[in-house]
């Protein structure tokens, strides 16, 4: 059974169009992740979402949002899309406890963009 | 986030024993140490955490001296499908309402050869 999925694996568009990448959970965990992984394998987190609160790393443009229509799905929007934001984008879950730095991430979603 | 440091590179045969030594010279009284293994083409995998002294479970060992300003994540008997980036990465407890936005460095690139 897999734990975090992700749709689609690769995904190839234009500049300017509006692209969603989907995640679900099946693992019961509280939190869910964001993060994107460039050319050059720096990983780095985009969003934390939970049902208490979003947390958005200030470097990431507005132009990404993240929706969650319920606590096992949060899909990543992005608009406008731009060459830079050709990445490998993984999705991440967690139970958020105390002392527990444990994620689970999805196999990833390779975006290029043209 | 305490910044980490870690050889960008690895080389080891199969059998050995491979250590993997993190600096971590800033970190702070609160915070945990945690490593992740990354394979090619998958997301990262959570292998261990600690806080000091000595951790082990059943694939790795990590190790914590008094001063905590490194960290050593051991690996037994390496084989050929433990190639791949190693992680490590220190944070904040308790985590914040929102989970934890894990910071990742750079990695060290382990290629484990027959």
């Known amino acids: 059974d897999t734990a975090v999925s992700q749709t689609p694996k690769y995904l190839v568009t234009q500049m300017g169009n509006d692209k969603s990448i989907k995640c679900e959970q099946n693992?019961?965990?509280?939190?869910m992740y964001w993060y994107k992984q460039d050319s050059k394998k720096f990983l780095k987190i985009m969003f934390s979402?939970?049902?208490?609160?979003?947390?958005i790393n200030e470097t990431v443009p507005n132009r990404f949002s993240p929706k969650s229509p319920d606590k096992a799905h949060l899909n990543l929007h992005i608009n406008s899309l731009e060459l830079g934001d050709s990445a490998v984008y993984f999705c991440?879950?967690?139970?958020?406890?105390?002392?527990?730095?444990?994620?689970?991430f999805g196999p990833g979603t390779r975006l290029t963009v043209t | 986030l305490a910044k980490t440091t870690q050889p960008i590179s690895m080389d080891s045969y199969e059998g050995q024993e491979v250590n993997i030594t993190c600096s971590h010279n800033?970190?702070?009284?609160?915070?945990?140490i945690t490593w992740y293994q990354q394979f090619p083409s998958q997301g990262p995998r959570f292998i261990i955490q600690?806080?000091?002294t000595k951790v082990t479970n059943e694939v790795a060992s990590l190790f914590i001296p008094a001063d905590r300003k490194s960290s050593t994540l051991s690996l037994p008997r390496v084989s050929l499908s433990d190639t791949a980036v190693y992680y490590c990465?220190?944070?904040?407890?308790?985590?914040?309402?929102?989970?934890?936005?894990?910071?990742f460095g750079g990695g060290t690139r382990l290629m484990v050869k027959p």
């Open positions: 991440a879950s967690s139970q958020v406890r105390t002392n527990s730095y444990e994620q689970y």
């Open positions: 693992l019961g965990h509280d939190t």
């Open positions: 979402y939970n049902n208490k609160e979003l947390i």
């Open positions: 800033n970190i702070a009284t609160n915070d945990y």
């Open positions: 600690g806080y000091k």
């Open positions: 990465l220190v944070g904040d407890n308790p985590p914040r309402g929102a989970g934890n936005m894990l910071t």
